[in-house]
């Protein structure tokens, strides 16, 4: 595998992540932002994302609570310290005197920006691919801080201010959504490369050896393989009609 030179191995990683992420280079997200899905279509596959981005909360929790055990040590409750930031954005940065809500709210005012109800939105069908998806997801915050944050903000939250400029000029743009109900793409689009740069710092100061950065990189490939399926799933039942 060629080194990127003049790039840490946390960087590297990044790099992979634009490459290969499917927010990025999928057919389903590539249609969204050229305008291409009808607006029924557009409504399905945020439901069907919902499946996610409703539990965000619970997903930084998970990934917090893998830090440390019965007897935690100095070093754990620094990277503990580390992790909060991004647990209070996910929370609502208001109930602590800031200005934005928890983002799963956020989403919910981007879904009745499409007509999407409450009982709709919570009530989804999720698809199978949206199932798996979600279960490994959660399963790589469970299994330490380097696979979650692999699994987690390398993989996707590095993209993911990219993937939201596009979509919130998208959904302005081709699908005649108002501003008041895109916040969600809005902040996204300003926070996620700070996810990321932390990311990276932490997880080149996890993983020295060669064995973790090999854990390291199958986490990251494990969340984008996952977000490639699901991604998948949709463009054939939403898009492509099933077939």
């Known amino acids: 595998m060629a080194v ?13 992540a634009k490459r290969t992420h499917p927010w990025l280079h999928h ?15 557009l409504r399905e ?11 965000t909360v619970r997903h930084t929790a998970v990934r917090l609570a893998s830090i440390g055990s019965f007897r935690p040590s100095l070093e754990d409750l620094r990277l503990q310290r580390a992790i909060i930031p991004v647990l209070l954005e996910e929370v609502g940065e208001d109930l602590v005197g800031g200005k934005e809500p928890a983002h799963a709210l956020l989403y919910v005012k981007l879904a009745e920006g499409l007509g999407i109800g409450e009982a709709e939105l919570f009530g989804t069908d999720y698809l199978p691919h949206i199932v798996i998806e979600k279960n490994e997801l ?18 996707t939250e590095s993209v993911n201010g990219i993937a939201s400029a596009r979509l919130y000029e998208a959904f302005r743009t081709h699908y005649g959504i108002a ?10 689009a300003g926070v996620e490369e700070e996810h990321g740069a932390q990311a990276v710092k932490l997880v080149d100061r996890l993983a020295p050896t060669e064995a973790d950065q090999k854990r390291a990189r199958l986490a990251m490939r ?20 099933g077939k």
């Open 222 to 241: 494990r969340a984008i393989t996952v977000r490639w399926l699901a991604a998948d799933g949709m463009y054939q039942a939403i898009v492509q009609g």
């Open 138 to 155: 959660f399963q790589l915050q469970r299994e330490g801080l380097l696979e979650a944050l692999c699994g987690g903000a390398i993989a």
């Open 45 to 55: 596959v945020i439901k069907q994302q919902g499946a996610f981005f409703l539990d």
């Open 4 to 16: 990127e030179v003049g790039l840490s191995f946390g960087q590297q990683l990044i790099e992979e």
């Open 179 to 188: 501003d008041e109900y895109l916040d969600f793409y809005r902040v996204h």
């Open 27 to 41: 057919p389903l997200h590539k249609d969204i932002v050229a305008g291409k899905l009808s607006r029924e279509q």
